[in-house]
Antibody, heavy 120, light 110 residues
Framework: QVLLVESGGGLVKPGGSLRLSCAAS????????MSWIRQAPGKGLEWLAY????????SYADSVKGRFTISRDNAKNSLYLQMNSLRAEDTAVYYC?????????????WGQGTLVTVSS | QSALTQPASVSGSPGQSITISCTGT?????????VSWYQQHPGKAPKLMIY???NRPSGVSDRFSGSKSGNTASLTISGLQAEDEADYYC??????????FGGGTKVTVL
């Protein structure tokens, strides 16, 4: 079955950096678009970025463009999110999610999430 | 880009039907049939309930159905059950090649 396991969350100071990872299994990772989505405490879902199967197509939400970088390593079945210049408002649970093979129509499966806390 | 508009809360009694709306623009909901709906219980990851406006993934109860008219998509839950109490979110692909979520709707079973 599809399994997505995020890691790399934790406490970081404002202005700091963090790299999240998502280990995928149970499907052919290299065939699918992947996304990162976050949820601030008590708030709704916010899509952050997606990446196509071969990393040709990448898109970001305006709120993270220029600060966050999505990438993937198909040989390792892994998705990444490099987060720089972190702010208090980036505090959230970060989810990785599997999209469709050919386009982004909305996440099909989600990981359990990893908590990122930005605080001094 | 602003979130899609959903009512903050909807409630109903067991056995009743409720409908949650998701309003966007011609650049998202109205322009594409790529609207999805997610259910999220407290402390859990979201679960896909409807994709491509009307389609149910395998394993999702047929009590859940989706539709769209113009710039507004809707999720209907029929035969409301206690286990349906959760937060629900819509999402849509956009003309900016991004994804947009709704603000979420809390469903309460009375």
């Amino acid at each position: 079955q599809v399994l997505l396991v995020e890691s790399g969350g934790g406490l970081v100071k404002p202005g700091g950096s963090l790299r999240l990872s998502c280990a995928a299994s149970g499907f052919t990772f290299s065939d699918y678009f992947m996304s990162w989505i976050r949820q601030a405490p008590g708030k709704g879902l916010e899509w952050l970025a997606y990446i196509s199967s071969s990393s040709i197509y990448i898109s970001y939400a305006d709120s993270v463009k220029g600060r966050f970088t999505i990438s993937r390593d198909n040989a390792k079945n892994s998705l990444y999110l490099q987060m720089n210049s972190l702010r208090a408002e980036d505090t959230a649970v970060y989810y990785c999610a599997r999209e469709d093979k050919w386009l982004v129509r909305g996440p099909l499966q989600w990981g359990q999430g990893t908590l990122v806390t930005v605080s001094s | 880009q602003s979130a899609l508009t959903q009512p903050a809360s909807v409630s109903g009694s067991p056995g009743q039907s409720i409908t949650i709306s998701c309003t966007g623009t011609n650049s998202d909901v109205g322009g594409y049939n790529y609207v999805s709906w997610y259910q999220q219980h407290p402390g859990k990851a979201p679960k896909l309930m409807i994709y491509d406006v009307t389609n149910r993934p395998s394993g999702v109860s047929d009590r859940f159905s989706g539709s769209k008219s113009g710039n507004t998509a809707s999720l209907t839950i029929s035969g409301l059950q206690a286990e349906d109490e959760a937060d629900y979110y819509c999402s849509s692909y956009t003309s900016s090649n991004t994804l947009l979520f709704g603000g979420g709707t809390k469903v309460t079973v009375l």
